[in-house]
């Protein structure tokens, strides 16, 4: 059954601390994006990738960073320097080199709250 | 540069209803359009798509078509349900990257 897994559903995070979302996905998609939903603001991009060991910045990059070791993951770490976090967390994936390689699939969702 | 206008929610509509959620874009050359549906609490689903002028895309009683003339592409449905209840969000794909550019949504209730 293919898809985009992310985790964890919830996540919360303290002052000063740093916290990585997990997306992982088995449809064997090239490019994989991780965006930020707040309310009434749609989605903004935070970070994307179009092939393994490469990545770059979306409109939002700051306070954030991403790596992409494996074609399957691209974990998003919050980190201390992103001073309101608070939001619902999404990843996408989509395929290169054929003609529907802008159609994006995404995860469930992480929502991160800071206590 | 790129762009997308969704018209403003939320839109509260009676089962049964005529649904229509506008969007317009601005774009250089080609671009494909896209609709995607978010439930409540959950990730964006692929409602429907078009990639060049004229074309219809359809998916679950919603419909939209590529109007170049007038760089729309509205979405319908002819009767909705309660089920369909959620926010919509119209997209473009454009440039060397082929990023998607994003309205920012459109939130539908139907009451019963």
Same mark, same amino acid.
């Given at each position: ?22 997306? *992982? ?23 994307? &990738? ?14 954030? &960073?991403?790596?992409? *070791? ?9 980190? &201390? ?20 390689? *802008? ?13 | ?52 002028? !004229? !074309? ?27 089920? !369909? ?28």
């Amino acid at each position: 059954d293919g898809g985009i897994t992310q985790s964890p559903k919830y996540l919360f995070r303290k002052e000063g601390q740093n916290v990585t979302l997990s997306c *992982e996905q088995n449809l064997n998609h090239d490019a994989m994006y991780w965006y930020r939903q707040d309310p009434g603001q749609g989605l903004r991009l935070i970070y994307y &990738s179009q092939i393994v060991n490469d990545f770059q910045k979306g409109d939002i990059a700051e306070g954030y &960073s991403v790596s992409r *070791e494996k074609k399957e993951s691209f974990p998003l770490t919050v980190t &201390s320097a992103q001073k309101n976090p608070t939001a619902f967390y999404l990843c996408a994936s989509s395929i290169r080199g054929t003609g529907d390689q *802008e159609t994006q699939y995404f995860g469930p969702g992480t929502r991160l709250l800071v206590l | 540069g790129n762009s997308v206008t969704q018209m403003e929610g939320p839109v509260t509509l009676s089962e049964e209803a005529f649904l229509t959620i506008n969007c317009t874009y601005t774009a250089t050359g080609y671009p494909s359009l896209f609709w995607y549906v978010q439930y409540p609490g959950e990730g964006l689903q692929l409602l429907l798509k078009a990639t060049k002028a !004229d !074309d219809k895309g359809s998916n679950k009683g919603f419909e939209a078509t590529y109007r170049k003339e007038t760089t729309s592409f509205h979405l319908e449905k002819g009767s909705v349900q309660v089920s !369909d209840s959620a926010v919509y969000f119209c997209a473009l794909g454009a440039g060397n990257n082929r990023k998607l550019i994003w309205g920012l949504g459109t939130s539908l209730a139907v009451n019963p």
